[in-house]
């Protein structure tokens, strides 16, 4: 069995969805390495069909509303 390569990180986060994509990108602007291991494809594709309508000022904050918007 080989080992992990390691990477130099201060923060994993666990799922790229909302909440782990919101936080990872927090962090770095805080001057953090951030490493986001992500699931499944499938989830992926979910995860912007079912943000509540009070997660677009985060979005906006974060300086990709209008890239999600534009989004098939």
Avoid: H, N, Y
């Avoid at 969805?17 to 936080?23: I, L, P």
Wanted: hydrophobic content about 50%.
């Amino acid at each position: 069995m080989s080992t992990p390569a390691q990477l130099p990180t201060d923060v994993l986060i666990l799922g790229g969805g909302f909440a782990g994509s919101t936080a990872a990108a927090l962090l770095a602007r805080r001057g953090l390495s951030v490493t986001v291991l992500l699931g499944p494809p499938a989830a992926a594709r979910t995860t912007a069909m079912t943000l509540p309508p009070a997660a677009v000022g985060v979005l906006a904050e974060l300086g990709v509303a209008e890239e999600l918007r534009a989004s098939p």
